[in-house]
């Protein structure tokens, strides 16, 4: 079963911050937190990850509450490009397959 | 960059056949992994590779599927004996094997079982 809890469906203005929450309140020590999305009909698209610091990278921001029960994923200028599922993962460092949960359906609005 | 492919991207076929996808993993990549996801939900695990060798296959993988990953490269999927129900988007990812490991995904292949 997944270990995250995502809303179903966001929306966002074109150009504005998309703030995309995941909790994760079980997590383990040893657990990485994953972002992935999916376009339609597309492969999951890897997005950013992070262990216990906030992460940036070109595509989006990670950040991760101090006791690591939730994270938000931040797409700092959203473009109708970004509409996708958008997925929140946690597991252990490595040698194991992804749980994904039914993620968030972000749908960026003209 | 040369990503994860699969081949073929769509396929149709009659239940009782059987049917066969490739998955070519980014080059260097040491472990391989096979997803099925059906509408509306997210990938399912079905089994993964490091080099050759099978190391986890999932309940879902029933004796109907097969994979290989002979020499460590590309894999194959096999489902013998289609069924209606195997209808879906079958998802191939690799991963260089290495600490805070990211997977990559393919296209994926869509399956029509008729």
């Known amino acids: 079963d997944a270990k995250t809890t995502q809303p179903t469906s966001m929306d966002c203005a074109e150009g504005r911050a998309a703030n995309l929450p995941c909790n994760h309140s079980?997590?383990?020590?040893?657990?990485?937190v994953y972002w992935y999305r999916q376009i339609h009909s597309q492969g999951p698209q890897y997005i950013i990850h992070?262990?216990?610091n906030n992460e940036t990278n070109e595509m989006a921001s990670l950040i991760i509450t101090e006791d690591r029960k939730s994270s938000t994923l931040i797409l700092p200028h959203a473009t109708l490009r970004d509409t996708a599922v958008y997925y929140c993962?946690?597991?252990?460092?490595?040698?194991?397959?992804?749980?994904f949960g039914p993620g968030t359906r972000l749908s960026v609005l003209p | 960059d040369t990503g994860v492919s699969q081949d073929p991207r769509h396929k149709i076929t009659k239940r009782g056949q059987n049917v066969t996808f490739r998955c070519d993993p980014i080059?260097?990549?040491?472990?391989l992994y096979w997803y099925r996801q059906t509408l509306g939900q997210g990938p399912e695990f079905l089994t993964y590779?490091?080099?050759?060798?099978?190391?986890?296959k999932s309940r879902l993988l029933s004796d109907r599927f097969s994979a290989e990953r002979p020499k460590g490269s590309f894999s194959t999927l096999e489902i013998q004996r289609t069924e209606q129900g195997d209808s879906a988007m079958y998802l191939c990812?690799?991963?260089?094997?290495?600490?805070?490991?990211?997977?990559?995904f393919g296209p994926g292949t869509r399956l029509l079982v008729l």
């Open positions: 992070g262990l216990k």
């Open positions: 590779f490091q080099n050759e060798a099978q190391l986890e």
């Open positions: 990812a690799s991963s260089p094997g290495t600490r805070g490991e990211t997977q990559y």
């Open positions: 079980t997590i383990s020590g040893n657990e990485y």
């Open positions: 080059s260097e990549h040491n472990r």
């Open positions: 993962i946690v597991r252990v460092d490595y040698g194991q397959n992804f749980v």
